[in-house]
């Protein structure tokens, strides 16, 4: 778990010496939560940089914060496409998600070029390839908030991953992986409801590894994912006060309770918290049982629920990851 803080100078990991922006911010080395922000600030080294400034201070809920990301230990794989020894492989794929939902039959559109790295640490080396595929290798043992960033895209902070082996965000079958949003597409979610853009926020998206099947199941040649109710709460599982919109079209509708075929849901005007822990079920009763013969796949991909929310115009990024 991280929290936003100073930015000092720098000059490893490729991050110019005035600093790196959001790509930067500092880890949370211990923070306690509650709804008041206060706090101080305290000078350390992170990675392979120097000058970052870690937080400790009060940021809605009540929590105890983990020990900061070993930035410098992030990398790219060996030439052979494995990773180090001691060292776990986050692998997938970066995808445009308003144009991949208007393909038939599950098609998608890949972004190469897409910078991945983690939240709180400089720049890393690792950009998507022919087909957006990436890996990302990491240490052990160490909770990670990985991050995706282009040009004429919204940043997205992926849910936090505390992965024990390598972990695939991409289905054999060609299912899942990491669908970013154009900043037109952003500009149209709120065109039903009233988004603070200086406030915090965080998507969920309802997806399938296989991509086929009863957990993908087709409408109209289109995959359909209704049906899905997300819940945002504080670290300390106090329920959040902040608005969940499902989309339907092109914007938010303010009438749903659950997501639509698109399987789209926002979170947002996140004022109090940067950082949230989500959830996400099936509408009950289920009619299709489909809580059975599709199972949430997120913890067993090592997914904390804990989402990034820093109001920065970023989207913190928590995917329903279904067989």
């Not at 809920?61 to 020990?67: E, Q, Y």
């Not at 030439?79 to 599950?106: H, M, N, P, V």
């Not at 390598?166 to 409801?193: C, K, N, P």
Request: glycine share 16%; hydrophobic share 35%; aromatic share 6%.
């Amino acid at each position: 778990m991280y929290s936003s803080g100073a930015v000092g100078s720098g000059t490893g990991g490729g991050v110019a010496s005035t600093g790196c922006g959001y790509h930067c911010r500092a880890p949370t080395v211990a923070a306690s939560s509650s709804s008041s922000t206060s706090g101080s600030a305290s000078s350390t080294t992170g990675g392979s940089g120097s000058g970052l400034t870690t937080a400790t201070g009060t940021t809605g809920g009540s929590t105890t914060g983990s020990p900061a990301f070993p930035c410098a230990e992030m990398s790219a794989p060996l030439a052979g496409g494995s990773c180090q020894t001691g060292s776990l492989a986050i692998s997938g794929r970066t995808l445009d998600l308003y144009a991949s939902s208007t393909l038939k039959d599950g098609g998608v559109v890949p972004l190469t070029k897409v910078a991945v790295g983690a939240f709180g640490c400089p720049m890393s080396p690792v950009t998507t390839a022919d087909g957006g595929r990436f890996t990302l290798c990491v240490p052990a043992n160490a909770p990670i908030t990985p991050l995706f960033s282009l040009h004429g895209y919204v940043t997205l902070e992926l849910a936090e991953l505390d992965p024990t082996v390598d972990v695939s965000l991409q289905g054999t079958a060609g299912g899942g992986g990491i669908f970013m949003i154009s900043t037109l597409v952003q500009s149209f979610l709120g065109t039903s409801v009233s988004i603070n853009p200086a406030a915090g926020a965080a998507i969920a998206l309802v997806q399938s590894l296989s991509g086929t099947g009863a957990c993908a199941p087709l409408d109209g040649g289109l995959p359909d994912y209704a049906g899905w109710v997300v819940k945002a709460q504080y670290l300390d599982g106090t329920a959040g006060p902040w608005p969940v919109g499902y989309l339907g079209g092109q914007a938010i509708d303010p009438s749903a309770t659950s997501t639509s075929a698109a399987g789209v849901a926002l979170i947002y005007n996140i004022t109090d918290a940067t950082e949230i822990k989500v959830t996400a079920s099936r509408v009950s009763p289920d009619p299709a049982n489909l809580s059975a013969a599709c199972p949430l796949q997120n913890s067993a991909l090592g997914f904390t629920g804990n989402v990034q929310t820093p109001p920065t115009g970023d989207f913190g990024y928590f995917p329903i990851m279904l067989p």
